[in-house]
């Protein structure tokens, strides 16, 4: 996750962080810092009071600028090198006031100053570095100007050491400034990427809630369709059962019927018990959608049940003032299918076809065999239904919608269905449609 730091950005953070190191820096003084009077009124008896005066003025005057500055957003290194200098100039006045017994005392005092400052104080080096040099400057002009005793004893009273602590704090301020801006970055980045995380987080819950819209809406549209082929599928059963007992007395009568009367018969007859079948098998949508769908497998002519739909589907493309034109072949080719399906697969694509197609039309039914394949062509010249609506169609329950009102518009569920069994039996459906008209394949394996 890339994330662009803007330079004022981080500044203004910066800023706010110093500000917090400073304000524990000047509460720090605040408190501690007239607690240092009880030396003085050890070590320094004569001057204690003037000296906790002094305190308490500094502090006052550090308390009085602080509130200033702090209110008017002020740079926070104007209040420390007041500070620093306003602690250093009292210390390096008292380390030339006192005797010298009491030296090595206000020298660790002094040292202990320098050492809090340049310890908690965040800002550029250079500062540290100004301000020790001008304590070491006012140490230098007090001793000059006050002090009663020689520079050696001086030095060996606790000046050495406290030369040696001012010039080695001097390097703290570099570290804990690079390391409070590294921090502050971090800072800076932490909180950006959780911004982002929370607008991901944000944008997914939508889209989560958008996904349980349109799964509750597909459950609906789910249980509508389910509901659809229920009631379609028992009405279909009704219908089915009076068409085969009015064929059955039909058959009764049979002596006194023609034979094409006959034929008709037994044809309505092997056709009502296939539509039986199918229905007992597209009843339950659950098992059509099922990669487990069950066949019942058989060894069987599939030239023959080709032309046995087609048939039964002249006279329907007469209605229509179609011709179908028979290039199937006569010679048997043998297959191991369910026999009913794969006779609803041409079924129910011929009829579509049929369907879909404007008058005075031709309609070609091929079949032949190709490297061991047994293919079933329906070859349509007239005008394209389009490639947009086929592929609708071969969709479950999409509606066929033209607005050109030349063909029909129907569910899809029958040529879907068609599709769905080729796949499930091992077979492959392809369909096209351009300029040059609607054209239909399917395949299945032939056995030796």
């Not at 202990?112 to 570095?129: A, D, K, R, Y």
């Not at 349980?212 to 459950?219: A, G, K, P, S, V």
Request: charged share 20%.
């Amino acid at each position: 996750m890339f994330i662009q730091i803007d330079k004022e950005e981080f500044l203004k953070e910066l800023g706010k962080k110093a500000w917090f190191q400073t304000h524990n820096i000047i509460w720090t003084i605040f408190f501690l810092y007239p607690l240092f009077s009880i030396v003085d009124f050890i070590y320094a008896k004569d001057i204690w009071m003037q000296v906790f005066i002094a305190r308490l003025i500094i502090i006052l005057l550090l308390y009085i600028l602080y509130n200033y500055l702090h209110t008017k957003n002020y740079n926070y290194r104007i209040l420390m090198h007041v500070a620093f200098f306003s602690l250093s100039g009292l210390s390096a006045l008292l380390c030339t006031l006192v005797n010298a017994q009491s030296l090595f005392i206000y020298f660790t005092e002094f040292s202990i100053v320098i050492l809090f400052f340049n310890l908690q104080v965040f800002w550029e080096p250079v500062h540290s570095l100004i301000e020790t040099l001008i304590a070491v400057l006012l140490l230098a002009i007090f001793f000059d100007l006050f002090c009663d005793y020689s520079i050696d004893i001086f030095v060996t009273n606790g000046a050495q050491y406290f030369f040696t602590i001012a010039l080695i704090s001097c390097l703290v301020p570099n570290t804990r400034h690079k390391v409070i801006q590294r921090e502050v970055h971090q800072q800076i980045q932490i909180e950006k990427s959780n911004e982002q995380l929370k607008k991901q987080n944000h944008d997914i819950s939508e889209k989560n809630h958008i996904i349980d819209m349109q799964y509750e809406r597909l459950r609906k549209l789910d249980e509508q369709k389910n509901s659809f082929i229920n009631i379609a599928g028992h009405d279909l059963k009704n219908l089915i059962g009076s068409i085969i007992m009015s064929n059955n007395m039909l058959k009764e009568e049979e002596d006194r019927l023609s034979p094409d009367q006959k034929e008709f018969v037994g044809y309505i007859g092997q056709s009502a018990e296939k539509m039986q079948y199918m229905l007992s098998k597209l009843m339950d949508v659950k098992e059509i959608e099922s990669p487990e769908m069950k066949f019942t497998m058989e060894v069987f002519d599939i030239n023959a049940e080709v032309q046995h739909v087609y048939r039964g589907l002249i006279e329907t493309a007469q209605m229509k003032n179609i011709h179908l034109v028979d290039n199937i072949l006569k010679l048997p080719l043998y297959v191991k299918l369910d026999k009913v399906f794969t006779g609803q697969i041409f079924q129910n694509l011929l009829s579509n076809i049929i369907k879909f197609s404007q008058t005075n039309n031709s309609i070609k039914v091929v079949t032949s065999l190709q490297r061991q394949h047994f293919v079933f062509e329906i070859v349509d010249e007239g005008i394209a239904i389009g490639q947009d609506e086929l592929d609708m169609m071969f969709n479950k329950l999409k509606t066929l919608n033209d607005a050109s009102g030349h063909i029909e518009s129907r569910l899809g569920l029958g040529l879907s269905i068609a599709k769905l069994m080729t796949q499930e039996m091992g077979g492959e459906l392809t369909y096209r449609s351009d300029e040059n008209g609607n054209y239909f394949r399917v395949e299945f394996n032939v056995i030796n």
